[in-house]
């Protein structure tokens, strides 16, 4: 009789195991399909050469740009001090007429070294960035890799992304529990492989993106590219210890070093031209 139990207890568990593999199986290939049928609905493709999933229009994204801005001007307290603004606004102009656009800038008072640029031609930059970027040219890194976000429609990207996944576990689970699949440790473990799979992975990429984008726009107007290396150097000192990579939205300082300097050959070049064609910012 026992012989026959260990037997019964085993093949229970190999039928167990055998099951939750068939369930799995079939929510990996909803998800699957999901986001391929996204995919296709919103195909579009990054100045990169970069394939992007975009779900929503320009209008849509400008106007949630300029609440964003809106509220956060109300919110915080926007630097006075006119010497500052004016060199601000000194950089950003000479980086944003390479793109052309009505573009507003803001010096906010706040010590995160911290910058961002929305949709709809929004650019902030808080006080505490200026005692990070230690001239104009490191600033102009900043303020570029900002403006890179928008240029690759990376805002619309990442809420397209969120909005897919969130529509696609939301489907699983609906399929799954009138199936009996639906346990909660599953679902659990189905939303972490999202997050870390889907959504910080591309994040990572994105982030990546306006780094090379805003090396080369920086180049174009005339700043120092080199100086973009110095700037994560200093983001480095400034910002102390980091998460792991692959649990960040934001590639390891030392990843967007090594990336900066392989592509400075060709900032040099694009810096070159400008210079050759009389831009030379004097932001002070």
């Known amino acids: 009789m026992r012989a026959v139990g260990i037997l019964a207890s085993s093949q229970t568990g190999k039928a167990l195991t055998t ?4 369930k799995v199986n079939i929510m990996n290939k909803i998800l699957l399909l999901i986001i391929c049928l996204s995919a296709l609905s919103g195909c579009a493709t990054s100045p990169m050469g970069r394939s992007q999933l975009i ?10 740009g300029n609440k964003a801005f809106l509220t956060l001007v109300q919110k915080t307290p926007v630097v006075q001090d ?5 060199y601000v606004d000194c950089v950003a102009s000479a980086l944003t007429r390479e793109v052309g656009g009505q573009w507003e800038v803001a010096v906010f008072q706040d010590k995160d070294a911290n910058a961002f640029a929305l949709p ?9 960035m200026l005692g990070v970027a230690a001239n104009q040219d490191q600033l102009a890194a900043v303020i570029s890799h900002e403006v890179s976000h928008v240029l690759a429609k990376h805002s619309n990207e990442r809420m397209s992304q969120q909005s897919a996944t969130k529509i696609g576990l939301g489907l699983i689970q609906a399929v799954a529990s009138t199936k009996g699949y ?10 972490l492989g999202a997050q870390y799979g889907i959504l910080l992975p591309y994040s990572r990429i994105q982030e990546s993106e306006a780094d090379l984008m805003g090396l080369d726009l920086m180049a174009k107007a005339g700043f120092n590219p080199q100086e973009s290396v110095n700037l994560w150097i200093n983001m480095g000192k400034a910002g102390g210890n980091q998460p792991a990579e692959f649990l960040s939205t934001h590639p390891s300082h030392d990843t967007r070093i090594q990336d900066l300097q392989n592509r400075m050959p060709q900032a040099m070049e694009l810096s070159n031209k400008a210079h050759a064609a009389g831009k030379n910012p004097q932001c002070q």
């Open 182 to 191: 639906g346990s909660s440790a599953m679902m659990g473990a189905l939303g």
């Open 82 to 86: 006119r010497q500052a603004n004016a």
């Open 120 to 128: 709809g031609g929004k650019i902030g930059v808080n006080s505490g």
């Open 55 to 64: 779900m929503m229009s320009d209008s849509e994204m400008d106007a949630m």
């Open 19 to 22: 099951e939750f593999n068939i």
